[in-house]
C-alpha cells in the first residue's frame, strides 16, 4: 500500500527471577530505550549496564541495531538479565550463526534460580523459629 511504512524488527523474551523483558531489535544506529526511558536513565549502575549489553559486545552488533524494550516485574538486577536475555534471543533471529557465539559464553540459558517459597511451620523458606527446651 502507498504510504505505509513497514520497519523490519527482530523479537526476543528474556526472564529472569520475576522479571519479563520483551525486546525488539530494530536496524538503527545503537540506541536503547526502555520503557520509554534512556538506557542510561533506567539503569544507574554500570554493572547493570554491562550486563545488560554483552551480547551486543560479543557478537559486534553494538552499532548495528537499535533496542527497544518493556520491562515488568523484579528489581533491577533482574530485568539487567532479563534484557541481556532477549537482546540474545532477538540476536539470533537477525543470524543465526551467531548462535555458536552467544551459547560458547551462555548468554542463551535462561537463568532459573528463583526465589524458594516459604514453607509451613517455619519464619522463611529455611530458618526455623526458635527452638526452647523449657
Known sequence: MPGTKTKEY????GRRKEAIARVRLCPGKGKIRIN???FDDYFPRETHRIVAVRPLEIT??????????NITGGGLTGQAA???LGIARALLKTDDGLRIALKKV???TRDAR???RKK???????????FSKR
Open 60 to 69: 559486534g552488533a553494538a552499532k548495528k541495531f537499535d533496542i527497544f524494550a
Open 114 to 116: 528463583a526465589k524458594e
Open 120 to 130: 509451613y511451620g517455619q519464619k522463611r523458606a529455611r530458618k526455623k523459629f526458635q
Open 106 to 108: 551462555g548468554l542463551l
Open 10 to 13: 527482530y523479537t526476543g523474551l
Open 36 to 38: 520509554k526511558r534512556a
Open 82 to 84: 532479563a534484557l541481556k
